[in-house]
T-cell receptor, first 116, second 110 residues
């Protein structure tokens, strides 16, 4: 069965500092991994994905994530946080190639708060 | 390009009433999904579809039914609404990588 864990309900960072939002996953086969962001009263916006290839993927708004197969992790990072990055972040996983694996499973979300 | 459109955006139901949420996508995507979002629970998959005429159960399917009669539409039905189904419902579609989401339907069951 697929699952995603986001161990931190909330991450607090000062503006200008680097940020990390953690994600670990469990899946049979090779994973597709995603990060989404949700602003208040809005739908989810896609940030970035890992499908194959380079373990470091870059996405929107200066975010990047590193796929680590041995640790089954896909942490979201940004070198310098902005107040406007404050939002709810979701990690998600799918595993195409298996019979029921086209579904996308989400973690519980991490609220990122950037203080000025 | 509208993307994924959900109808309605808000709804209040009485316990025991039924309703259908409509999701429409104009991107010719094969896969469509229905999720519910509750505080502290993230997004939980209710049902999904891998193509026209097919549906499958997700993580929390009980109390819901779905239909995908046309490729562009994915309907979520509540036959007898319960207060536990008070939530924000999101529809999404994908080609087989990232999903694109609608703006959500806020449903309150009283």
């Amino acid at each position: 069965a697929q699952s995603v864990a986001q161990p931190e309900d909330q991450v607090n960072v000062a503006e200008g500092n680097p940020l990390t939002v953690k994600c670990t996953y469990s899946v049979s086969g090779n994973p597709y991994l995603f990060w989404y962001v949700q602003y208040p009263n809005r739908g989810l916006q896609f940030l970035l994905k890992y499908i194959t290839g380079d373990n470091l993927v870059k996405g929107s708004y200066g975010f990047e994530a590193e796929f680590n197969k041995s640790q089954t992790s896909f942490h979201l990072k940004k070198p310098s946080a902005l107040v406007s990055d404050s939002a709810l972040y979701f990690c998600a996983v799918s595993s195409p190639g298996y019979s029921s694996a086209s579904k996308i499973i989400f973690g519980s979300g991490t609220r990122l708060s950037i203080r000025p | 390009n509208a993307g994924v459109t959900q109808t309605p955006k808000f709804r209040v139901l009485k316990t025991g009433q039924s309703m259908t949420l409509l999701c429409a996508q104009d991107m010719n995507h094969e896969y469509m999904y229905w999720y519910r979002q509750d505080p502290g629970m993230g997004l939980r998959l209710i049902h999904y579809s891998v193509g026209e005429g097919t549906t499958a159960k997700g993580e929390v399917p009980d109390g819901y039914n779905v239909s995908r009669l046309k490729k562009q539409n994915f309907l979520l039905g509540l036959e007898s609404a319960a207060p536990s189904q008070t939530s924000v419902y999101f529809c999404a579609s994908s080609r087989n990588t990232e999903a694109f989401f609608g703006q959500g339907t806020r449903l309150t069951v009283v």
